[in-house]
């Protein structure tokens, strides 16, 4: 027969485990000190004010005889606090006295408790103890006025209102001077906790969901939250609860604070806008009175209306303890000092996609030292100043009022039924709608962004090329324009970036081009000239000496070929040599549609265009070269780290981070482990450098061949800059086939004759830069009997 198992608690009659009674105390709770002995001590100041006023009506009799006196006259009050302490000697024996606490609190009083405990509620004898401790109170203080007095106690109780009378002279000079001193303390601060909040109510707002375009996946997903908001009892009835906040995260200009004016508008109900300042003040603590009267006015228009939304713009300014996440939208640290893409001559950096500027940007961000921290101010104004942002008291405040405990409603709510023994009313549910936007989601506070306060994040990103129509559309019905379908799908491609905001600026720039130019309808023309305009800004007012002028031209035109040639998923947005703020000239790349991968092949044709500079001086200036190629090669050499050490897209596979980590030895360098004295980090470092010069090589000697089977088309390129200044990709195609484009007629450049005048101003333009004298040939000009060659001379050349 096996044994019982002990360890396991038995099971009841009924097969439930049973459950072991609590234990008993053993000794009475340990009291505090000060519970202890204020009694006493009052009994003490009582007798003592006693003794004071005997003395006060007899000016001859000393403190002495008024002590004699009144332990004669006030024994009453001696045997009160002689009770005092034997109560509390016993409750002191009762504190280390197993047996005695017992005998008392189980023999003599248990019946009494157990009584009281079963008639009333632990919230009525609560309310009960307090009253009889008031009444006890006022008892006491009754003798005492009738002690000083020498009359009875009703009588002393019925002359203290004439006492208080007489008085009250001194009484209100020492309220005014409180109260005068206190208001201005208020004051101030009621007015500096004052704006930063704007109200709007229903009838104030126009906007809709139809105003916002481009972002239909974020719509639909807030138009869920209406829903809750306006019908809360569907989710609530199933013992759910209502998503009251949402974060709009994304980078500027995308609609986020559109989508919370129309949410406000679908919905009918009060929105309050927040000013990103409102919670920086000069005072601590006014942040605090500002987010207590905000939810304040926040419960009082969800009442009234049945529901409110509340908007934070730019809310990374209440604080900045945490982080969404490691990386944020567009990622690297903040503060550092601009990459070092900035070169001489061609803008270098300017014609890759936005993937591969935002990769570089990062890592030459990474290896740039952070500044040092400014030291900040001990001047304090005030008992501390709040700048810098919101404040760690605003924010706390902040989180409190967004999920804490909301007090019950009214006075006599709180006050009146607490009084009478009955629970408050508990406050009603109050329907508001958080809404946030930021372009900073890292720098929020986690605890901000906790569910239950924070319930929805969505990313408000930029908008699909569909989204980029839809938002053209838009915009172009506001104004008179004659721009075709085509165009506009032409324009959403050639703007893969562009925002709500900048889409709208740019139609309002082509407006005021046509204007200027004195037409009222928008053209083509003016959209194309709008769009250079805010992606260069305005050209310096500045002159190129002719041979820098022809070489920042064949600087460029190498760069517009190769890419042309060897980039598929990329096309030519524009080519210029107009001086801008930190570029000589650029060509400027985007892609033809919206694409989330990148491949070799793709890395390769952004390092073989910006290989095509070096290569191209080196090719056309007989082995010569400008610094202006710095920022290329910059690069290019950052792109085959990362493809030979990182992606597996070089000569091996392993990563150099994990080898350089690990300590494994040199990855794909043949040689294996360090020697003796060399380091293995060395080791690691040479290998790499040596297969990144290996790779970066083998594309230059490619981008040379390029450009060598494509000579005509660097010359005619450069023409047509140094003609143009500016070419639009259309015109870039047309040079290159030959064909007439938006701008320039391409097919000048298909003439033999043309083209042998063009490489005899190359070497003019050659000769005049080795020996730094002027171009002793003028640029060749298109003559317009030369614009409508005949059709043998208009023969596509072979390399073209």
Known sequence: MTAPDLTKPADGPEGHHHVPPPERPTTRKRMPMWNRIRLLLLFAVAFFVIVWAAMADNLLITFADSLKIQLYESQWLIWLAGLEFLRQIHYLVSERSVGYHRFWSEKVFGGFDRAVKKRFSDWTRFRLGRLVKVVALLVLFAFIAAAILETSPILAVFQLPALIWQAMPLILQLLFAFFFIAFQFIGLFWLLSRGGVDTYYPDDIKTRFTDVWGQDHVLDRIRENIMYLERPEEIEAKGGYVPGGILLWGPPGTGKTLMAEAVAGETGRPYVFVDPGAFINMFMGVGILKVKSLFRKLRKLSLRYGGVIVFFDEADALGNRGSLAQVGPGGGPRGMAPPPFRAAGCHGFSYLSDDTRALLTREAMASIPAPEPERRSRFVMGGGMNGGGGGMGTLQALITELSGLKKPRGLLNRWGRRALGMRPKPPPKYRILVMMATNMPEALDEALLRPGRIDRIYKVGYPSKAGRIRTYEGYFDKVPHEITAEQLDKLATITPYATGATIKDLVNEALITAIRDGREVIGWRDVLRAKQLKDLGPPEDVEYIERERHAVAVHEGCHAVVAHRVREHMEIDLATIEKGSDYLGMVASIPPEDQFTRWRSEYEADILVSLASLAGERMFFDGDSSSGVSGDLESATTLASFMEGFWGMGATVSSYSTARRLEVGSPGGGKGAPGKNEPTEAVLRRA?????????????????????????????????????????????????????????????????????????????AVGAHVGHTSVQLALPVVRPQDEHPTSAAATPRPDL
């Open 688 to 764: 790499l450098a040596d297969r990144i010069e290996d790779h970066l090589g083998r594309l230059l000697d490619r981008a040379e061949q390029i450009l060598r089977d494509n000579r005509s088309a660097v010359l005619a390129l450069a023409h047509a800059l140094e003609t143009h200044k500016t070419l639009s990709g259309e015109d870039v195609e047309a040079v290159m086939n030959g064909t007439v484009g938006p701008s320039v007629d391409g097919r000048i450049y298909a003439d033999a004759n043309f083209l042998a005048r063009l490489e005899d101003y190359h070497a003019a």
